[in-house]
């Protein structure tokens, strides 16, 4: 049972344009939220995390959106970069369990010259 | 100055064999995990240990067995290796407080049972 979803499996954005990744989740349980990015043939990058207790974090071009209510977060990246061509995975632990991530299934992203 | 460093980067390997996968990290962590990536590119999460103790083990069969000598090492042993366990194999680490912190991964070892 996956209990969060990227429901997006790739996206192609134009470079200097905005990219926004979607991800929802069905625990009402995850009080923890993270990106991480990830280049072929290499291990997740960690990019950022929110809290529950936030509805927005920011770290220069990527900005984490949280909507509690709706089970959903999002990632922005602006402006797009080359360098941002990798999969994103939206991964969530919950607050009675420090030691598990539950992950999406990833999202490709493309930024075209 | 690696944070979380694993080898080996690749294990190719006949089915019936025996084989480990070392993981070590330098970030003063306390907790180290093991995750698989398979073929449809899901990460799951495999064993879980905190201070050298066994947190999670998340339905993995008894081939697999994890052993942390210290906290800045957590080695996976794989008994009788199996077809299915062809997949990717992450480790990774973090600071489990009341502040919740990342994890930090490894590079992937990348197992292929033939």
């Known amino acids: 049972d996956q209990q969060v979803k990227q429901n997006s499996p790739s996206l192609s954005v134009q470079e200097g344009r905005i990219s926004i990744l979607n991800c929802d989740y069905t625990?009402?349980?995850?009080?923890?939220f993270l990106w991480y990015k990830k280049y072929p043939a290499e291990g997740p990058t960690f990019l950022i995390s929110?809290?529950?207790?936030?509805d927005k974090n920011e770290d220069g071009r990527f900005t984490v959106f949280l909507n509690k209510s709706a089970k959903h977060l999002s990632l922005h990246i602006v402006p797009s970069q080359p360098g941002d061509s990798a999969v994103y995975f939206c991964?969530?632990?919950?607050?009675?369990?420090?030691?598990?991530?539950?992950f999406g299934a990833g999202t490709t992203v493309t930024v075209r010259a | 100055d690696t944070a979380v460093s694993q080898t080996p980067k690749y294990l190719v390997t006949q089915m019936g064999n025996d084989k480990s996968i070392k993981c070590e990290q330098n970030?003063?962590?306390?907790?180290m995990y093991w995750y698989k990536q398979d073929s449809k590119k899901f990460l799951k999460i495999m064993f879980s240990?905190?201070?050298?103790?066994?947190?999670i083990n998340e339905t993995v069969p008894n081939r697999f067995s994890p052993k942390s000598p210290d906290k800045a090492h957590l080695n996976l042993h794989i008994n009788s290796l199996e077809l299915g366990d062809s997949a990717v194999y992450f480790c990774?680490?973090?600071?489990?407080?009341?502040?919740?912190?990342?994890?930090?991964f490894g590079p992937g070892t990348r197992l292929l049972v033939l």
């Open positions: 990774a680490s973090s600071q489990v407080k009341r502040v919740k912190r990342p994890q930090y």
């Open positions: 625990n009402s349980m995850f009080d923890y």
């Open positions: 929110i809290s529950s207790i936030k």
């Open positions: 991964a969530a632990s919950a607050l009675s369990n420090d030691y598990k991530l539950s």
């Open positions: 970030l003063g962590h306390d907790t």
């Open positions: 240990y905190n201070n050298k103790e066994l947190i």
